[in-house]
């Protein structure tokens, strides 16, 4: 039987959490977290998502231990004083008939930078180290992200080991939150991403060298974030497809990492890009509509993975496209859902799903289905005076 309704609209089962729709809301940083812990923006930020009909809501990247935060003011898991706050936030989403993931993450030699809008810099090592709570960056390899950071610390395997538990303990607060998704932030030059490329491991001993090599961190914190997360819950891991950086990680690469996250039980792999370096030799990917859409279709196909595509996807019909030519299972929305919090309800009307605002949350639902027949008599009217004769 044919379903009635674009795929953009139709449910997505994942384990055992069913999508009501096929629109997730990307990781996004804001930089308003008090310790780690979420404040009222989050509940706002996050909350009108869920009002504007998404399916899935992922958190900005948390850090899963103070050392690897981007910024000072990231959400974190790394403390249990920081569940409570975010199980808030998670409560008012189920409230509001939506799902939400967290977004893991530990970043690296990239850990300690402005806020956007305060220009983006790299933190000095006085500045990192001057903190509430002191962090330095950490690394495979002493290797600068590029001209305006220091180089991290080459992790030893005792701190290695150390990072992949804190991932693992990060997921069981997750868990006790109420999360319904997890996602590994394993691209944009982070921890994870730095081990994979060649440009920026430069180890010789199990965790470098070779592509098996570099790949272990990624499979061991997968593998053991699956083994604590509950069986029944879908698990998401975001690559940067290619790393930006010449001769680095390529989408060649991609798939046979998203092959083997696959078998360790990763669900959906979040095809993003670049990040790795900001030097000026760096390749970045050429930004236009839909431009990362290309690696969710390779990595879907060869890789026999469901996908996430990501990047400048901005309308319903460009959105259902993606899915109905089999390049994407779920489509992510950051900076056109902050335009637009209320994407996937102005979807459904577009694609004719939702004509009499029944998906709307009931209290605005039942306004803004008053408002349309006056709304439309008041349109002929000004249509008509338009074309009238003088």
């Given at each position: 039987?044919?379903?009635?309704?674009?795929?953009?609209?139709?449910?997505?089962?994942?384990?055992?959490?069913?999508?009501?729709?096929?629109?997730?809301?990307?990781?996004?940083?804001?930089?308003?977290?008090?310790?780690?812990?979420?404040?009222?923006?989050?509940?706002?930020?996050?909350?009108?998502?869920?009002?504007?009909?998404a399916g899935l809501i992922?958190?900005?990247?948390?850090?899963?231990?103070?050392?690897?935060?981007?910024?000072?003011?990231?959400?974190?898991?790394?403390?249990?004083?920081?569940?409570?706050?975010?199980?808030?936030?998670?409560?008012?989403?189920?409230?509001?008939?939506?799902?939400?993931?967290?977004?893991?993450?530990?970043?690296?030699?990239?850990?300690?930078?402005?806020?956007?809008?305060?220009?983006?810099?790299?933190?000095?090592?006085?500045?990192?180290?001057?903190?509430?709570?002191?962090?330095?960056?950490?690394?495979?390899?002493?290797?600068?992200?590029?001209?305006?950071?220091?180089?991290?610390?080459?992790?030893?395997?005792?701190?290695?080991?150390?990072?992949?538990?804190r991932f693992v303990d990060a997921?069981?607060?997750?868990?006790?939150?109420?999360?319904?998704?997890?996602?590994?932030?394993?691209?944009?030059?982070?921890?994870?991403?730095?081990?994979?490329?060649?440009?920026?491991?430069?180890?010789?001993?199990?965790?470098?060298?070779?592509?098996?090599?570099?790949?272990?961190?990624?499979?061991?914190?997968?593998?053991?974030?699956?083994?604590?997360?509950?069986?029944?819950?879908?698990?998401?891991?975001?690559?940067?497809?290619?790393?930006?950086?010449?001769?680095?990680?390529?989408?060649?690469?991609?798939?046979?990492?998203?092959?083997?996250?696959?078998?360790?039980?990763?669900?959906?792999?979040?095809?993003?890009?670049?990040?790795?370096?900001?030097?000026?030799?760096?390749?970045?990917?050429?930004?236009?509509?839909?431009?990362?859409?290309?690696?969710?279709?390779?990595?879907?196909?060869?890789?026999?993975?469901?996908?996430?595509?990501?990047?400048?996807?901005?309308?319903?019909?460009?959105?259902?496209?993606?899915?109905?030519?089999?390049?994407?299972?779920?489509?992510?929305?950051?900076?056109?859902?902050?335009?637009?919090?209320?994407?996937?309800?102005?979807?459904?009307?577009?694609?004719?799903?939702?004509?009499?605002?029944?998906?709307?949350?009931?209290?605005?639902?039942?306004?803004?289905?008053?408002?349309?027949?006056?709304?439309?008599?008041?349109?002929?009217?000004?249509?008509?005076?338009?074309?009238?004769?003088?």
């Amino acid at each position: 039987m044919t379903h009635p309704d674009p795929l953009l609209f139709q449910p997505l089962k994942l384990r055992e959490l069913e999508l009501k729709n096929r629109v997730v809301i990307s990781p996004m940083c804001q930089h308003a977290a008090d310790a780690g812990r979420a404040t009222p923006w989050h509940m706002v930020h996050l909350g009108k998502f869920a009002l504007g009909g998404a399916g899935l809501i992922l958190t900005e990247s948390t850090a899963v231990d103070p050392r690897g935060r981007i910024g000072t003011a990231d959400l974190g898991l790394w403390d249990d004083s920081q569940i409570e706050p975010l199980k808030a936030v998670v409560d008012f989403v189920h409230a509001n008939d939506g799902a939400i993931g967290v977004q893991l993450a530990h970043a690296g030699r990239k850990s300690g930078s402005q806020p956007l809008w305060e220009g983006g810099a790299a933190l000095s090592d006085d500045e990192m180290r001057g903190d509430a709570e002191p962090w330095q960056r950490l690394g495979p390899s002493s290797l600068a992200a590029g001209p305006g950071w220091t180089a991290p610390r080459a992790m030893d395997p005792r701190e290695i080991e150390e990072v992949i538990q804190r991932f693992v303990d990060a997921t069981v607060r997750a868990e006790k939150a109420g999360f319904d998704a997890v996602e590994l932030h394993f691209g944009h030059g982070y921890l994870i991403a730095s081990f994979l490329s060649p440009n920026s491991n430069h180890r010789d001993d199990e965790w470098g060298g070779s592509l098996e090599g570099r790949m272990r961190l990624a499979l061991q914190v997968a593998s053991r974030v699956r083994d604590a997360w509950p069986a029944g819950k879908p698990l998401f891991c975001r690559l940067s497809a290619v790393d930006g950086s010449v001769d680095g990680w390529s989408l060649d690469d991609s798939v046979v990492l998203a092959r083997e996250l696959a078998q360790l039980g990763v669900d959906v792999i979040d095809c993003s890009s670049g990040g790795l370096t900001e030097e000026t030799r760096a390749l970045p990917v050429p930004r236009g509509l839909g431009f990362q859409v290309p690696f969710s279709e390779r990595i879907r196909h060869d890789a026999n993975v469901r996908t996430q595509a990501v990047g400048m996807i901005v309308d319903a019909s460009q959105a259902e496209a993606v899915l109905q030519e089999g390049k994407a299972d779920l489509i992510a929305l950051g900076r056109e859902a902050l335009f637009d919090p209320y994407w996937a309800h102005h979807a459904a009307t577009t694609l004719g799903v939702d004509p009499k605002y029944q998906r709307w949350p009931i209290r605005h639902g039942v306004w803004l289905a008053k408002r349309a027949p006056g709304l439309a008599r008041a349109r002929a009217q000004a249509a008509e005076q338009l074309i009238s004769p003088s």
